[in-house]
């Protein structure tokens, strides 16, 4: 769900959309959860969820319309019934693909670490914010990964789910920033909440996430039943 919701405002940000409204965000949450639920019951048990592969691929590409990505879903069931095509691509050499990963995953980081330019940089608390937030967040996983039979509680459901913690750098550096962001005194102006709010106030126009976010031909539907508003992922 983490990575989710920070695919979801890298790619509006790559798109050039404003960033999404909690509808929108819940709707995407609940859409991942039935797509999990649909492969369990087929019986393939991948989770489909949201990749950053596919944000890095905006970031390359330009191309953010979703005719664009529906058409590439069906290019990717046409090739997942034809075999020839997927060995094509299977048969790709590994440094191909590694760059490809590189250039990808660096836009993916850029874009995230870019939100930092509306923090106070030269605040000594944000700079202890971030910087032990990604000290810890790189070296905490390496530690868990190479030690991972030294987390004995004397019950193995609960070693399990520790390593798992402890080995995502995203858990553990994104958990521990908003812990301390949250609990060290800071003002609005250094926490950068105050220029935030102002880069996004243009993009709180009712009709612009209208445009974007709402479900096409849905409107009509909300307005004979007033009640579905109350449900959290519906368009308000």
Known sequence: IIESIGDYYACAKLSGA??????????????????????????PGIGVTSYSENIG????????????????AILMIAIGVL?????????????????????????????????????DLTSSRNIFVIGISLY???VIPGWATKNADKIDTGYR????????????????????ACFLDNTIPGTDDERGMTN???????????????????VPGTARLIERMPFLKKLPFVQK
């Open 18 to 43: 404003p960033p999404p409204p909690k509808y929108a965000l819940n709707r995407g949450i609940l859409m991942e959860g039935v797509g999990c639920f649909l492969t369990g019951v087929c019986g």
């Open 136 to 138: 810890l967040g790189l």
């Open 196 to 214: 935030y709010k102002l880069a996004t106030k243009g993009a709180k126009d009712s009709q612009l996430q209208r445009d974007i976010y709402w």
């Open 157 to 176: 459901e609960l070693d399990q789910l520790l390593i798992v913690i402890l080995q995502s750098g995203m858990i553990i550096g994104g958990g521990l």
């Open 83 to 119: 075999g020839k095509f997927g060995v094509f691509f299977a048969s790709l050499p590994e440094p191909i693909i590694g760059g490809m990963y590189m250039v990808m995953f660096g836009l993916i980081a850029a874009v995230g670490i870019s939100n930092l330019q509306f923090v």
């Open 57 to 72: 691929a905006i970031g390359l590409t330009k191309v953010g319309s979703r005719r664009v990505i529906c058409c590439s």
